[in-house]
């Protein structure tokens, strides 16, 4: 007969009722209902059972060391126990880091095809069409061209004339080894009048013509609106003046 049937027995044969088993021992009816049934995995607390076992017995007032010996392989250890509790640690770890991954993986999965869906969606519609970078940047230098432009008209009398159309400021840079300038407009502007090497001007938007005098033409590259002006249409040495009829859009 296993353990708890015979402690059963013995409370039985002496007359003692599960309540006055309660009040003598302290256990809780139900406590003492698992040990009599012998299921002590059921306990609150299993590392405690050869303690309960004990007490029981001490109640009943019989040996509880005889009782222990003899079904010592009944009673579970606290290191089984430990043990057992350890190992099932671990396994509800491992069930979780199981479950973890699969979640993982399905999102990645139900990622992976959605993209695939975009994808298709995309090459059908041309959603995703490769836009060039520089597209921007010779949108905006065609503007520049229709903005602004430069023309030579004619060199008479060592004076060149060049017709300016723009709807921008007008900036007149000199570039060189330094020669004596003298820069005016027809507003009685005078923005130079002196040795000049490198040097931007910028002038006024009243004015609707600008007049240059350049000492010695050899020295120095003029540039309108960084539009660098053609030295083979004027003479390159000498002094050389330049005439600027502005038309503003």
């Given at each position: 007969?296993?353990?708890?049937?015979?402690?059963r027995?013995?409370r039985?044969?002496?007359?003692?009722t599960?309540?006055?088993?309660?009040?003598?021992?302290l256990?809780?009816?139900?406590?003492?209902?698992?040990?009599?049934s012998?299921?002590f995995?059921?306990?609150?607390?299993?590392?405690?059972?050869?303690?309960?076992v004990?007490?029981?017995?001490?109640?009943?007032q019989?040996d509880s060391?005889?009782i222990?010996?003899?079904?010592?392989?009944?009673?579970?250890s606290?290191?089984k126990v430990?043990?057992?509790?350890?190992e099932n640690?671990?396994?509800?770890d491992?069930?979780?880091?199981?479950?973890?991954?699969?979640?993982?993986?399905?999102?990645?999965?139900?990622l992976?095809?959605?993209?695939?869906?975009?994808?298709?969606?995309?090459?059908?519609?041309?959603y995703?069409?490769e836009?060039?970078?520089?597209?921007q940047?010779?949108?905006d230098t065609s503007?520049?061209?229709?903005t602004?432009?430069i023309k030579?008209?004619?060199v008479?009398?060592?004076?060149?004339?060049?017709?300016?159309?723009t709807?921008d400021?007008?900036?007149?840079?000199?570039?060189?080894?330094?020669?004596l300038?003298?820069i005016?407009?027809?507003?009685d502007?005078?923005?130079a009048n002196e040795?000049v090497?490198?040097d931007?001007f910028?002038i006024?938007?009243?004015?609707?013509?600008?007049?240059?005098?350049?000492?010695d033409?050899?020295k120095?590259?003029?540039?309108?609106?960084?539009?660098?002006l053609?030295?083979d249409?004027?003479q390159?040495e000498?002094?050389?003046f330049?005439?600027?009829?502005?038309?503003?859009?």
């Amino acid at each position: 007969m296993r353990l708890g049937p015979y402690l059963r027995n013995i409370r039985e044969q002496k007359g003692i009722t599960l309540r006055e088993m309660e009040e003598r021992s302290l256990i809780r009816r139900d406590i003492i209902q698992i040990i009599e049934s012998g299921r002590f995995e059921e306990l609150p607390d299993n590392s405690h059972t050869k303690h309960l076992v004990r007490t029981y017995c001490d109640a009943l007032q019989i040996d509880s060391d005889e009782i222990i010996n003899r079904y010592g392989d009944e009673i579970p250890s606290k290191e089984k126990v430990y043990k057992e509790r350890k190992e099932n640690k671990v396994n509800k770890d491992l069930q979780y880091l199981k479950k973890t991954i699969y979640a993982f993986l399905t999102i990645v999965a139900i990622l992976f095809i959605i993209w695939l869906v975009l994808l298709q969606i995309g090459s059908q519609g041309d959603y995703f069409r490769e836009s060039k970078i520089y597209d921007q940047v010779e949108t905006d230098t065609s503007h520049n061209e229709e903005t602004f432009s430069i023309k030579l008209n004619k060199v008479e009398d060592k004076t060149a004339h060049y017709d300016v159309k723009t709807a921008d400021d007008i900036k007149i840079t000199l570039k060189g080894d330094g020669t004596l300038v003298n820069i005016t407009d027809d507003e009685d502007h005078t923005y130079a009048n002196e040795a000049v090497e490198d040097d931007t001007f910028l002038i006024d938007n009243d004015a609707s013509q600008v007049f240059v005098a350049i000492e010695d033409n050899s020295k120095l590259s003029v540039f309108v609106n960084d539009v660098k002006l053609e030295e083979d249409e004027v003479q390159k040495e000498g002094t050389l003046f330049y005439q600027f009829n502005i038309e503003r859009d």
